[in-house]
């Protein structure tokens, strides 16, 4: 099949790049653009590990088509710290929140979306929102405080 | 007489330790990770991140269909019309066996298969998808062998034998294989007269309890890249907690390639979890083999979810028959203790798993007369291999479900059963060899007066009960008694430190660790320090991090080189400034001195550079410690009918854990109101990550009990490879409340008095759940898993 010519914006940078129309987002922001922190970890949008912000809300960018993604405005981790670590980042790295680190983009990108849509968010939002980013390593417990702690607004600035 | 030794004491070993209080300046304390903002901020590097360039070729995999066969034919032809495909591997290629612990793997299935999943083939190709088209173009004709799932069928007398050979691999001189039977291995451990002890008791309990297996899922899948340069040699990246252990088992294996061991080396960036999965040779094999079939081009082999489900290491199921006899006044009499373990296909891991169950199938009580049998048997499922926790975990859920029985058979409060048969310093473990120091009791009663055992806890809701629980855990680490731990410090011109060392950073905090031991000794500040994930050719010698031994034995490797280090600069200083080196100390990234307060050096003035004399010239040049540790008082060698003689095990992490569970007496559903862990890691490098340990191996266990189930049909084919169909837990799914509690009793020869604390965390869930649901329901279940509708049955079948 033929290739498609797309153009995205990604962390704040116009792209322009070839893609197969089989090609699924995830792999071409890895492979043909270079960025790598949205992981692979099931290809089936089970595990949350490539998630990235697809328009301002996230997705699972193993489940998205490359073409899907023309004209789209893409932000990864990688976008979100361009002016220095946001407070959610501070208080992670604060914590100890993240052990093996391999899920912490998407569960970044995902608590950053759960903070912007509440900013006090509720435990029980907090939960809700991150219960799609699967983390073998922490317990969650870690990731949940650093959370509740910047949306109860006590993390320091 | 007296005051001069302590004073000669005081002059001759400066402190180590500089802190205000006398205590230490940063072991002991929270720090930060020093791999925290790469993590956080995406810069962290894992094996799938790096680029290999437009030279990478991929591979896919052809995989068995069936779970016992012969191979009569491969016919390839098809594959290699289509386009991109450059070549295809078969187990022909390859005749060459490899295992950590047994040969008695080859790199692709060479003359049978004996597992669905197995590796059968592999197409290499310039892109995953035409490999992948490749793949399904290979055609296996392959004539059926009878199948044998179950653990104790398999030891039947008509059983399928599934590696007729076996008597011919070679193995390790612990291992006690059954020539002609499926018995891989058997660990016989015998002590005093269990039949006496039998006759004594005034209650017998006989019962058998059933753990199926259950997958890492660690998130980030295997993956290995490798490369066979023009020069001849061959560089592996593997994602792995095990790279020098990798690359003596590729070495050996491809030896008769004209490989040797200068010639391998093997990168391991980050680690997305590991879990014992990524340990020891698994997949990372395929990578290096196929390297040497496509000179000058690396070549990538990635798992997809599905294949990491089936073609890793699983855990491993085990039968465990237990009977214990028991005084009135709470004393055990006897225990006989026998463990069919469903070991898989291959077991040149696995092995050792159930050797080590069987060194320590008693938990941490002193037993007097003990037999205890852990048998390793194939069955045509995948590989079993080591799991956090190393069979200790599998066997807990029975033992520990098998005291509260025992204590309730006799009318005495289980703790209270606990307490009176504990094992203590100095009694004598079931193989022969002493218990080490140990804060077990302090465990027992820190953790029943956190969940206050003794009050019963109810709900307000008539329609839930509530449990609670309290159980004893420990472990060893599992490893070959010379396993060995190395360390290089080097300093840079601004007086800050690399590290290198091969113990992996798996998330457990490792390099962070490293670094407070460093700094402790030093005195350079944990932030200016870096410690480097391994290359075989950069970083020194580590055996494997498993085992929770690297705290232990890599941290003292560290704690050596830092000495050595410190040495040196105190050797130069005395040389090159006539300053009596017994007088000499470090401060705050100086060299200080004790009879002159006006004396002060800074590192950074002379650690690569040299400290320039009265003539101008210079003296030293850069330095650089070296620690190698090894525990030389080990031995796995013991009488093979007995287990008696030998000293297999360093040390016991020991700690007790206990539960307070909510139960829907009609639907079952669990909720984890509050749970309690206490540990003792002999002393807390950094507490923060110990409770990271506990709270993290809390949910992973408390997962293989209410939730996680592998679930395989009667042809033995997994039926769920994946997150939606295997079900690991979410945020939604953390206990209500959690209570790490560490307890400090030294370990003489641990770094500072630590001992490992990685596995341990996860041992006592299982058996945890199975207490407290009796407790607040009154049934007994003795399978694993226990999920709601399983409970739910329970009580409804009365």
């Known amino acids: ?157 | 007489m007296q005051k001069l030794s302590q004073k000669l004491e005081e002059l001759t070993v400066p402190p180590i330790s500089v802190g205000p209080a006398g205590g230490h300046r940063v072991v002991g304390k929270s720090v930060e990770r020093i791999d925290g903002w790469e993590k956080v901020s995406g810069a962290a590097k894992f094996l799938e991140d790096l680029d290999f360039g437009p030279n990478l070729l991929y591979a896919a995999l052809v995989e068995s269909p069936v779970a016992h066969a012969k191979i009569k034919k491969i016919d390839v032809r098809d594959a290699l019309k289509v386009p991109g495909v450059v070549k295809v591997v078969t187990g022909k290629d390859f005749p060459y066996k490899f295992g950590l612990y047994m040969k008695d793997r080859y790199v692709f299935a060479y003359d049978r298969v004996r597992f669905v999943g197995e590796q059968v083939a592999a197409v290499i190709a310039w892109s995953p998808k035409a490999a992948l088209r490749g793949a399904a173009k290979v055609k296996v004709d392959y004539e059926e062998l009878p199948i044998v799932l179950d653990p104790v069928r398999a030891i039947e007398k008509n059983a399928t034998l599934i590696h007729p050979d076996l008597g011919n691999y070679p193995h390790v001189p612990w291992f006690f294989p059954k020539a002609d039977t499926n018995i891989a291995h058997w660990r016989k451990t015998r002590k005093g007269d269990w039949e006496k002890g039998f006759r004594e008791a005034d209650a017998v309990l006989e019962d058998t309890y059933f753990v199926p297996r259950y997958a890492h899922c660690a998130i980030e899948v295997h993956a290995a890249v490798g490369l066979y340069d023009m020069s001849g040699r061959l560089t592996v990246w593997t994602a792995s907690q095990s790279p020098f252990t990798q690359r003596n088992v590729f070495a050996e294996a491809l030896a008769p390639l004209g490989i040797s061991h200068k010639d391998v080396r093997v990168i391991t960036p980050y680690v997305g979890g590991g879990f014992g999965g990524k340990a020891g040779v698994s997949m990372e094999i395929i990578g290096a083999a196929l390297a040497m079939t496509v000179k000058g081009h690396p070549v990538k082999v990635l798992w997809n979810r599905a294949q990491e489900f089936c073609n890793t290491y699983q855990r491993q199921g085990v039968v465990a028959k237990i009977k214990m006899g028991v005084k009135k006044n709470g004393k055990i009499t006897a225990l006989e203790h026998s463990l069919y373990w469903d070991a898989g296909a291959y077991v040149e891991y696995g092995a050792n798993v159930v050797n080590a169950a069987g060194l320590s199938a008693t938990n941490p009580y002193r037993v007097d007369n003990v037999k205890i049998d852990s048998i390793c048997i194939y069955t045509n499922l995948p590989p079993g291999g080591p799991y956090r926790g190393f069979g200790y975990s599998e066997f807990s859920f029975g033992i520990e479900s098998h005291v509260t029985r025992m204590a309730q058979k006799i009318g005495l409060d289980p703790v209270e059963f606990r307490r009176r048969n504990h094992i203590k310093e100095g009694d004598t473990l079931p193989y022969g060899a002493h218990m080490n120091p140990n804060g077990l009791r302090e465990s027992i009663d820190k953790v029943a007066a956190e969940i206050m055992w003794g009050s019963k806890a109810k709900s307000d809701d008539p329609k839930k009960a509530v449990g609670k629980s309290l159980v004893l855990f420990w472990k060893s680490p599992a490893m070959p008694p010379n396993a060995a731990s190395s360390a290089f410090l080097k300093f840079n011109e601004d007086g800050s430190i690399n590290i290198l060392i091969s113990g992996m950073e798996i998330g457990q905090g490792l390099l962070t660790a490293m670094a407070q031991i460093a700094s402790e000794i030093l005195s350079v500040p944990v932030a200016k320090i870096r410690v480097e994930t391994p290359d075989t050719d950069r970083n020194p010698y580590e055996w494997q991090t498993v085992g929770s031994h690297v705290t232990w034995g890599c941290g003292n490797a560290v704690k050596k080189a830092a000495l050595d280090a410190r040495d040196q600069i105190f050797e130069l200083v005395q040389r090159a400034l006539h300053l009596e080196k017994d007088t000499l100390y470090l401060e705050d990234e100086r060299v200080k001195c004790r009879t002159k307060p006006d004396f002060e050096l800074s590192f950074a003035s002379f650690v690569i550079a040299g400290i320039q004399t009265e003539d101008h010239t210079f003296k030293g040049g850069p330095i650089m410690g070296r620690g190698v540790f090894m525990p030389e008082f080990a031995s796995a060698i013991g009488d093979p009918e007995t287990g008696q003689g030998g000293h297999p095990n360093v040390h016991y992490t020991t700690g007790a854990a206990g539960l307070i569970l909510e139960v829907d007496k009609e639907t079952g559903k669990m909720k984890i109101r509050k749970v309690a862990l206490a540990v003792d890691v002999g002393k807390a490098i950094n507490p923060d990550l110990i409770r990271g340990q506990v709270v993290g191996g809390l949910l992973q266990g408390f997962a293989t009990v209410l939730y996680e189930d592998m679930r395989y049909s009667e042809k033995g084919k997994l039926l769920n490879p994946n997150f939606s169909d295997y079900k690991i837990p979410t945020s939604l799914d953390v206990p209500e409340e959690i209570v790490p509690i560490i307890v400090e009793v030294p370990q003489p020869d641990g770094p500072f008095g630590a001992r490992g604390v990685g596995e341990h965390t996860m041992i006592p869930t299982a058996s945890l759940v199975a207490n407290a649901v009796e407790d607040a329901l009154g049934v007994r279940i003795k399978s694993m898993p226990i999920t709601a509708e399983k409970v739910a049955l329970t009580v409804s079948k009365g």
């Open chain 1, 1 to 157: 099949m033929k290739n498609i010519s797309i153009q995205l914006k990604l962390n704040g940078v116009r792209r322009t790049l070839e893609v197969e129309p089989s090609d699924v987002l995830l792999d071409v922001l890895r492979d043909k653009l270079g960025v790598k922190s949205p992981k692979v970890g099931c290809d089936r949008g089970d595990c949350g590990s490539c998630t990235v912000f697809m328009n301002g809300k996230t997705v699972r960018s193993c489940l998205v088509l490359a073409v899907e993604a023309d004209g789209a405005d893409v932000v990864t981790l990688e976008g979100i710290s361009k002016n220095g670590p946001t407070r959610l980042q501070k208080e992670f790295v604060k914590r100890n929140s993240f052990q093996c680190g391999f899920c912490a983009p998407g569960v970044i990108l995902s608590a950053e979306e759960a903070l912007k849509k509440h900013p006090r968010a509720s435990d029980e939002e907090i939960k809700e929102h991150i219960a799609g980013n699967l983390c073998r390593c922490t317990g969650y417990k870690p990731i949940l405080d650093a959370i509740k702690t910047v949306a109860s607004g006590k993390a320091s600035k």
